[in-house]
Nanobody, 117 residues
Framework: QVQLVESGGGLLQPGGSLRLSCAAS????????MGWYRQAPGKERELVAS???????NYADSVKGRFTIGRDSAKNTLYLQMNNLQPEDTANYYC???????????WGQGTQVTVSS
């Protein structure tokens, strides 16, 4: 059983930055992949960024050039650095892990990011 705990969300003005963290109970480098999803009210959940065990990284077009996904082996933590945040980035952000190589089988509880002037 893997536990994922997100932190780092908050309320900020447009143009600001935040770093989200996802602390995992297992060795994240043994996972097939990890990722960040987000879901805004009334919208479907969308994949924001993902990183595989071989360090293949993908971003949603809407966040390319502004968000950076990364991992810290010493802390067993996944990060999402978010810069130049805009109101359309407002959402609940979830950390996910694919430990089987077939599906996102573990999820965190989410952390809220609100961007508003």
């Amino acid at each position: 059983q893997v536990q994922l705990v997100e932190s780092g969300g908050g309320l900020l003005q447009p143009g600001g930055s935040l770093r989200l963290s996802c602390a995992a109970s297992g060795n994240i480098f043994s996972f097939s992949a990890m990722g960040w999803y987000r879901q805004a009210p009334g919208k479907e959940r969308e994949l924001v960024a993902s990183i595989t065990a071989l360090r293949n990284i993908n971003y949603a077009d809407s966040v390319k050039g502004r968000f950076t996904i990364g991992r810290d082996s010493a802390k067993n933590t996944l990060y999402l650095q978010m810069n130049n945040l805009q109101p359309e980035d407002t959402a609940n952000y979830y950390c996910a892990a694919d430990t089987s190589g077939t599906t996102w089988d573990y999820w965190g509880q989410g952390t809220q990011v609100t961007v508003s002037s």
